[in-house]
């Protein structure tokens, strides 16, 4: 719809949010070629252009020369870009992860592109974090189901073993009794 020849999807893991130098994991890319793919497979998010589009909060144009990680902006003109576009995918204050875009033609982004931009970021957020909790949910009733028939073994067993007692009980009392044919048979 706008124009653009290049585009990536990142997520950022939940467990990889709280890491010290978190990273944001490429889910699907296209017009990239297979030598660039490596460079941003586990992104960095420090010193991103990602990082960097997060107190914003809406789409940020970026050159490739003005790319903090030296490999990365050597490999984003080796790969010919001309413009990114670092869209974050944030819900609830929370970084979930981004859509970089970008150009091999010089353009400028007009407001209401990077409006439309900012809302495609917007739904794409609320769907993954709707995703996610759909998920979370979904962890729970297996765990809840898995604990309920823990219940059930525990308490099958402890009837078993409470009966056994039981019996060996009974057939002891027999045996000092001198009831040997019926202590066997509890036995």
Request: no cysteine; aromatic share 4%.
């Amino acid at each position: 719809a706008l124009g653009l020849e290049v585009g990536a999807a990142f997520r950022l893991d939940e467990e990889e949010a709280q890491d010290a130098h978190p990273r944001l994991t490429l889910l699907a890319h296209r017009g990239l070629s297979l030598e660039f793919l490596p460079y941003v497979e586990h992104l960095p998010l420090r010193g991103s252009m990602i990082e960097k589009a997060i107190p914003a909060g809406a789409p940020q144009v970026w050159k490739p020369s003005e790319y903090h990680i030296e490999p990365i902006r050597h490999a984003l003109e080796r790969e010919g870009l001309r413009i990114g576009i670092s869209v974050p995918l944030v819900a609830q204050s929370k970084l979930l992860g981004a859509m970089v875009l970008g150009s091999r033609g010089e353009r400028s982004m007009s407001g209401e592109e990077l409006s439309l931009l900012a809302a495609i970021g917007q739904e794409v957020s609320m769907a993954v974090a709707n995703a996610g909790l759909y998920d979370r949910a979904q962890q729970m009733a297996a765990m809840e189901e898995r604990n309920r028939l823990a219940q059930e073994l525990h308490d099958s067993v402890t009837q078993s073993l409470y009966s056994l007692t039981l019996y060996a009980e009974a057939a002891a009392r027999m045996l000092e009794a001198g009831k040997l044919e019926e202590a066997v048979a509890h036995l």
